[in-house]
């Protein structure tokens, strides 16, 4: 017994706890939840010592179900949506932020108060905000002369994902912003000034140096992105729960409602293994190629 | 022109700035405003800026209807946040530390843990808490928060250790004072500041949870102010002043928790880069 491997089992002891937690609270829900999709898990069958075993029936179900492709669609649009405005609008605010200037710490500052806000208040908030007949948007619009009747944002089917998309894009800029000034601050001057030394515009700049050098946190920050937009569930369940007429049921509002509001929790969960897969291709992704601890497995 | 723009640049710049600061003051602003309207003045077209006669009353009212939804929240996110900070320390600095193969795969399992959708978890927990009788009781919930703030925290407080050098550890067991000690009153002293990021973090992400309380708490007394809010827009869909009233009430622990951390809570994001 070296002092090596006496110190690695106190190690080993010292991680036991959390690596029991994980194992119980994460590893085994993800176990159980496969094992349930192949289960008949409805009101009338919950009680049972053992559920009756339905092989891939519930998959069959879910893959059959007209909203199936509905909300595939749905999740599509909401993250594209949401991931192009909020890196475009957090981007320009990260680079617009980074001069000196009076005040650009204290506005930075601010908007990050938009992320701790938690989800369901931010959603009731904007749901408010966002009212057809009452709503400060459309008073504001309407006041400008732009629209002549109230857009129904949250309530018209064809604008709700418009709507939803908007008060999640405020909620995620603060996030694209904070990682892109992150990845600003480490970038070296020495390039820029040689750069103002040649008289290379700014627009030259942003292109031929910030953008390339850039690259690595572009691509974290997108990946991030895409992988916390696609679970977005309490800010969706709040503002519209899915609706109008399924406006805006994304997968996971979907795999909720097959659960909780019709009770087949089977087919519940077999939803969410949809997205479980969908979620770890770009999770893999984004550990092999962007994390920060440096994993090259 | 080019030279006026040059001139004024810094003034041009503070006046984005400000349009900037407007677009995410004014939402926060109208929710506290809305809040303190009367039930006639919150549907005045043109909407007033500020409240004509705030009806103090009415808000008064609301928060005594929140007070027992706040202490729900309250007693979730202490826990939550105690259970994260008990194994985040733990797990992270054996992490740190262990030297195996096995290490890294650990940590590939933490960090995977740490970007799956709570939606995934939610059902499975569902059936098992039932069977276990644990739906109506804080434990579920606060166990369910903790399996996504506790990789965040194993994760975080990793890189911390990973950063101190290990002589101080050493001198301590040389001096024969037990591991466990040594780690408790030489060790995490060193990396408070990140203690003190994770619980921040933790905090808020617990304190703002929805879909395990909303899920797993049907009764009402239990209830967090995030599933009150909710319920709230739902019984109360026609008194918007209410419903800012109670999402105001929901909202100010956070702010205050803003206040008081934002240069940690700007750390945790940027060193984690972890998102809600």
Request: aromatic share 14%; hydrophobic share 55%.
């Amino acid at each position: 017994m070296g002092f090596e491997s006496r110190n690695n089992r106190f190690y080993m002891k010292m991680m036991l706890p959390a690596i029991v937690f994980l194992a119980a609270l994460v590893v085994y829900p993800i176990v159980y939840n496969f094992r349930l999709s192949l289960q008949d898990a409805t009101l009338r069958t919950i009680r049972l010592p053992e559920m009756p075993f339905v092989g891939l029936g519930n998959y069959a179900s879910v893959l059959s179900n007209p909203l199936f492709p509905v909300s595939m669609a749905r999740t599509l649009v909401f993250t594209a949506g949401s991931i192009f405005f909020q890196f475009v609008i957090g981007f320009a605010l990260a680079l617009f932020l980074f001069r000196q200037f009076p005040l650009n710490k204290f506005v930075r500052t601010t908007i990050i108060m938009g992320w701790v806000l938690a989800p369901i208040i931010v959603g009731t908030v904007w749901s408010w905000l966002l009212n057809t007949d009452h709503g400060l948007i459309n008073y504001l619009l309407k006041t400008a002369g732009i629209i002549g009747q109230g857009i129904g944002w949250l309530t018209d089917p064809n604008i709700a994902m418009r709507g939803v998309i908007i008060a999640n894009v405020w909620f995620g800029i603060p996030f694209n912003m904070l990682l892109l000034t992150g990845g600003l601050s480490a970038l070296p001057t020495d390039v820029y000034e040689a750069a103002d030394i040649d008289g290379t515009s700014p627009l030259q700049k942003f292109f031929f140096i910030t953008l390339p050098l850039m690259k690595p946190t572009i691509g974290a920050v997108l990946m991030l992105g895409t992988i916390y937009t696609l679970r977005v569930f309490d800010l969706l369940w709040v503002m519209t729960k899915g609706g109008p007429v399924n406006a805006t049921t994304t997968l996971p509002l979907w795999s909720y409602q097959l659960s909780f509001d019709f009770f087949n929790l089977g087919e519940g969960a077999a939803a969410s293994n949809i997205l479980f897969v969908i979620m770890i291709v770009f999770t893999l992704l984004y550990i092999k190629f962007f994390s920060e601890e440096g994993w090259d497995a | 022109m080019r030279s006026l723009l040059r001139k004024h640049r810094r003034l041009l710049l503070t006046v984005i700035a400000l349009i900037v600061f407007a677009l995410y003051v004014l939402p926060i602003y109208w929710m506290i405003v809305s809040g303190f309207k009367s039930p006639t003045e919150i549907y005045a077209i043109p909407p007033t800026l500020w409240p004509r006669n705030a009806s103090f009353l009415e808000f008064w009212e609301v928060l005594k209807s929140a007070i027992p939804y706040l202490k729900s929240s309250f007693i979730i996110a202490f826990f939550a946040t105690a259970v994260t900070l008990v194994l985040g320390a733990t797990g992270g600095y054996g992490l740190a530390r262990l030297k195996t193969k096995w290490t890294r795969w650990i940590l590939l399992c933490f960090l995977i843990a740490q970007m799956l959708p709570n939606i995934l978890r939610v059902t499975p927990l569902f059936v098992i808490f039932l069977k276990a009788n644990l739906l109506n009781n804080y434990v579920s919930v606060i166990l369910a928060i903790a399996s996504f703030t506790v990789p965040f925290a194993v994760i975080t407080l990793r890189t911390a250790f990973l950063a101190l050098p290990t002589d101080l550890e050493e001198a301590a067991l040389i001096d024969g004072s037990g591991r466990f000690r040594s780690f408790l009153y030489i060790v995490l002293p060193l990396v408070k500041p990140h203690l003190i990021i994770v619980s921040t973090i933790s905090l808020i992400w617990s304190y703002g949870d929805f879909i395990f309380p909303l899920s797993f708490l049907r009764n009402r007394a239990m209830q967090p102010a995030t599933v009150g809010l909710y319920n709230f827009i739902g019984a109360e869909v026609v008194h918007w002043n209410r419903v800012m009233a109670f999402a105001t009430v929901t909202a100010l622990p956070l702010m205050i928790i803003f206040m008081l951390f934002q240069r940690h809570i700007v750390q945790g994001l940027t060193v984690g880069g972890v998102d809600k």
